[in-house]
C-alpha cells in the first residue's frame, strides 16, 4: 500500500521525536533503545533486520531491503544512533523532550542524527510498505558509538560483520545542510574527512626536589614544547578537492577564513596534560596527548615527520590511536544526482565538494571499499547556522528545513534506486 505524502512526513517526524526521547548519551551509550525502536518499527513492515551487540545495551541494527538486481553496487543509509552529552542547565528546553516549539524540534540528537536515522526509517518503511522493488539492495544501518571513535559502532561491522555492511555507496552524515556566504548559499556535501593520529608524547628529565628549582626539568621541556606547538602552524598544502572547492566559493586559498584552515594543513592539538605526584618533587616525567588530524594523502609517517619539524628529535613519540583520511571521488552517478537534485530544490544555490576536519563513520566504511557520501539534507536559515546547532545547547530541528530536506533526500535516493515518487508515494 502506498503512503500519502502528509502521512509520510507525519510519520517521519514521529520517529524523529520518538528517536530524540530516548536518552542514548554516549557514554554510556545505551543505544538498545534506539535498535528496539527501529527494530519494531521495521518488524512492523516484515522488513529482515540484524542486532550485534559487541557489548551489552550498545547495539547495532543492520536491515536489508532486496533489489532485483544484486550485481548492481548497493546502497547503505547509514546513521549513528548514540548523541553527546548535554549540559542540561544550560538549556532552555528538556534535552529529551522533543518538544516542538518555535517550529522547531528540540532535543540532542535533533540534528546530529536522529534526523537521519528517522528520515532512512521512514523510507525503508515506505518503499516496504509500498512493495516498491529497488533495482539494487538497499541496506540500513542505525549504529552505536560513533561519538566515542566508534569501536563498538561502525568499526566493529567492518571489523566483524563486513558482509552486513558491505556497499557500493554509503550516505552518512555532515552534508547537505545550507550554508550562507554573505548573499549566497551553498550546500556542502561531504566526499572527504581527514584522518587522525592520537599521540603520547612524553618528556624526560632527572627528577629532584622542589626546593632547589632548575630550568632544564621535564615540566619546563614539556612547557617549551607545548608553546612551539601551539604557536607553529603545520606546512599549508591544498589537496585538489579543496583548491576545487575553494575556487567554486571564489575563495583564494592563500585568503582562506578559519573555517578552512583545518582543511589546508595537518594539524596538532594538545589536549591531556600530565606531570607531577607531590608538591615538593620535580617529577622526572611529563606526558600530553595530541590530537593530529591529516588530510588525505597523509599518513601516520608523514604526520610524525612534520610533527618532528616542530618539536626536534628528543621527545618520544608513541601512537595512541589513529585512523585514515578518506576521499571519495565526486565523479559519480549518485554525487551528480545529489549536485543536481540539491541545487534544483534550492534555485540559485550550489551543491559542492567538501572535507570534513572531524571524523565520521564513512571512514571505516570505506575500508570496504564503500564510496561515502554525507547528505543529511537540512534547509537553514541564515539566523541558524549549522556550526552551532551541531553538539551545541539548544540543538533543535527546524521542521520546515527538515521537510524540505526529506523531500530532496526521498527524491535522491528513490531515483538512484530506480524508483519514481509514484512507486512509493500515493
Ligand atoms: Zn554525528
Redesign the pocket.
Known amino acids: 500500500m502506498r503512503t500519502s505524502w502528509d502521512n509520510f512526513e507525519r510519520e517521519t517526524i514521529d520517529h524523529l521525536r520518538a528517536l530524540v526521547r530516548l536518552d542514548t548519551t554516549n557514554p554510556p551509550g545505551n543505544e538498545r533503545l534506539a535498535a528496539d525502536y527501529l527494530g519494531a518499527a521495521l518488524g512492523r513492515e516484515a522488513i529482515e533486520c540484524v542486532t550485534i551487540e559487541p557489548q551489552p545495551t550498545r547495539t547495532n541494527l543492520v536491515a536489508r531491503v532486496a533489489g532485483h538486481d544484486r550485481s548492481r553496487p548497493s546502497l547503505m543509509l547509514s546513521?549513528?544512533t548514540d548523541?553527546v552529552p548535554v549540559e542540561a542547565a544550560r538549556w532552555t528546553r528538556e534535552p529529551f523532550g522533543a518538544e516542538v516549539e518555535q517550529g522547531c524540534v528540540w532535543g540532542r540528537g535533533s540534528i546530529?542524527?536522529k534526523s537521519k536515522c528517522a528520515m532512512d526509517l521512514g523510507l525503508a518503511v515506505a518503499i516496504k510498505r509500498a512493495g516498491a522493488l529497488p533495482d539494487r539492495d538497499l541496506i540500513l544501518a542505525a549504529v552505536a558509538d560513533?561519538?566515542a571513535g566508534s569501536e563498538l559502532g561502525a568499526r566493529y561491522l567492518v571489523e566483524h560483520h563486513p558482509d552486513l555492511i558491505r556497499a557500493g555507496y554509503v550516505l552518512n552524515?555532515?552534508g547537505g545542510f545550507t550554508l550562507h556566504l554573505g548573499e549566497r548559499r551553498f550546500y556542502p556535501i561531504q566526499v572527504a574527512e581527514k584522518g587522525f593520529v592520537t599521540i603520547k608524547m612524553t618528556a624526560s628529565g632527572t627528577p629532584g626536589h622542589g626546593s632547589m628549582p632548575r630550568a632544564d626539568t621535564a615540566i619546563a621541556w614539556m612547557a617549551d614544547l607545548i608553546g612551539r606547538i601551539t604557536r607553529t602552524p603545520m606546512p599549508r598544502r591544498v589537496t585538489p578537492l579543496m583548491r576545487s572547492t575553494l575556487s567554486d566559493l571564489g575563495i583564494a586559498p592563500d585568503k582562506a577564513p578559519p573555517l578552512f584552515r583545518p582543511m589546508l594543513a595537518n594539524t596538532v592539538t594538545p589536549t591531556i596534560l600530565r606531570a607531577g605526584y607531590k608538591d615538593n618533587v620535580i617529577p622526572g616525567e611529563a606526558w600530553v596527548i595530541l590530537d593530529g588530524r591529516t588530510l588525505p594523502g597523509e599518513d601516520e609517517r608523514s604526520f610524525i615527520r612534520e610533527l618532528r619539524d616542530i618539536v626536534g628529535p628528543e621527545p618520544l613519540l608513541e601512537v595512541v590511536k589513529s585512523g585514515p583520511p578518506v576521499e571519495a571521488s565526486p565523479d559519480t552517478p549518485l554525487f551528480d544526482l545529489i549536485k543536481s537534485r540539491t541545487e534544483a530544490a534550492d534555485p540559485g544555490s550550489r551543491a559542492i565538494p567538501w572535507m570534513l576536519p572531524g571524523a565520521?563513520d564513512s571512514k571505516f566504511y570505506a575500508q570496504l571499499g564503500a564510496t561515502c557520501y554525507g547528505f543529511a539534507p537540512v534547509r537553514l536559515e541564515p539566523r541558524m547556522p549549522f556550526g552551532s546547532l551541531?553538539h551545541g545547547n539548544d540543538e533543535r530541528m527546524p521542521i520546515e528545513g527538515f521537510l524540505w530536506g526529506l523531500r530532496l533526500y526521498t527524491d535522491v535516493v528513490l531515483s538512484f534506486l530506480g524508483l519514481r515518487t509514484e512507486d512509493v508515494f500515493a
Open positions: 546513521s549513528h548523541v546530529d542524527m560513533e561519538e552524515e555532515t565520521t551541531y
